[in-house]
């Protein structure tokens, strides 16, 4: 690389690029004269740091008090349950280690796949049933699988499950939509949901991320 | 959930569902009037797949015949190199694994942390010399780090490497653009590049994807 090449990029260490991205996105979202609420800023600056996709700013929706809720949820260790291994690999697990909780991704497990095939459903659907018969509260992050937030509205419907948080962003275009407006009817359940086509399973893990650095206090 | 509900629901399996996506994809790019070259169409169609975002239509970038050597080059069980274990994780394991090729990504290893404090880099910097030094030939796909991709044009230029494809697809705001734009300017290296700030582990992940699928003749 030559020193003329070198001059092209900013010199800048990893938090530092991190801080300067997040300066960028606020400079911008001002620019498209786009105002954010205090207490969903840092969320919605962060689903925007990992995709560079201002939409964020606008199909993020919020239940009143979701975001203070899931920090203080975290703050008490809650743990998380995430529906797919992306999201269980993007969520900072030391932040959560640091808080007493921990991810949980029951996906891949050997009883989930077996009980799907018995009930003839998805094994998204037979993850969030486990994550229920444990009767641990806990907050849901769901990136890929529309039948996981049906599950989990029918959960919270019957009263077996009370999250403390649903992040509902599954990403696509067959049944993703209407399982989103589901989580939005909900109405004593704390929800961040990305309404539309959009999410998955990195934008789960940042706005758990954003989340987990508010509850550790960490900067941005 | 009541029958009413469920009726908004369209009841496929997950295989039919991935199935009628892609038919909405390539419905939606027709109205668009985007018409997709045969070689990237796969890949381009799993990259708006994964984010609901059809700017993937425009801002990937292949090199002539990139796709073929990618889809070769797995067929002869050639290994993935990625920045991030979110893109290790969304990698279709089985599939590489029946083709003889495995994922890896040394960003959490001792020596890569200990060399990058050395060298005053990154880990991302320190793990693409470690895949470097293997001396074996591999495919690298960068989802989050501009520094692998940087460090990967320095060691084609230096002639210590001989990707089978490099994809470059780090996302964010600041030194990103600069370090694909270089990779652009490779001329014998195989590249699937998306130009501008997007892109993310899940995108290179569905990239490798893309290419797996076509190499073990799985439909779509």
Chains 1, 2 share one sequence.
């Not at 009143?64 to 349950?81: D, H, N, T």
């Not at 077996?114 to 229920?132: I, N, V, Y």
Request: hydrophobic share 45%.
């Amino acid at each position: 690389m030559t020193e003329q090449n070198k001059l092209h990029l900013e010199q800048l260490l990893p938090a530092e690029i991190e801080k300067r991205s997040f300066e960028i996105i606020g400079e911008e979202l001002k620019a498209r004269q786009i105002e954010l609420l205090p207490e969903q800023e840092a969320v919605i600056k962060r689903a925007i740091h990992t995709t560079a996709d201002f939409d964020y700013a606008k199909n993020l929706q919020f239940s009143s008090g979701a975001v203070f809720a899931a920090i203080e949820a975290l703050r008490q260790g809650c743990s998380i349950v995430t529906d797919t291994n992306m999201a269980r690999a993007g969520i900072n697990q030391a932040a959560l280690a640091q808080l007493g909780g921990r991810v949980l991704c029951f996906m891949g497990d050997e009883d989930v796949a077996r009980a799907a095939k018995e009930a003839g459903t998805t094994r998204a659907t037979a993850s969030m049933e486990k994550a229920a018969a444990s009767g641990e509260d806990f907050i849901y992050a769901v990136g890929n699988a529309p039948t996981a937030l049906i599950r989990l509205y029918e959960l919270v419907k019957e009263g077996r499950i009370h999250p403390k948080l649903i992040i509902g962003v599954p990403v696509g275009f067959v049944n993703v939509e209407p399982s989103k407006e589901w989580i939005l009817t909900l109405k004593d359940t704390p929800y961040i949901v990305a309404r539309g086509r959009k999410g998955g399973s990195n934008v789960a893990a940042a706005i758990c991320n954003a989340l987990l650095y508010q509850a550790t206090g960490r900067v941005l």
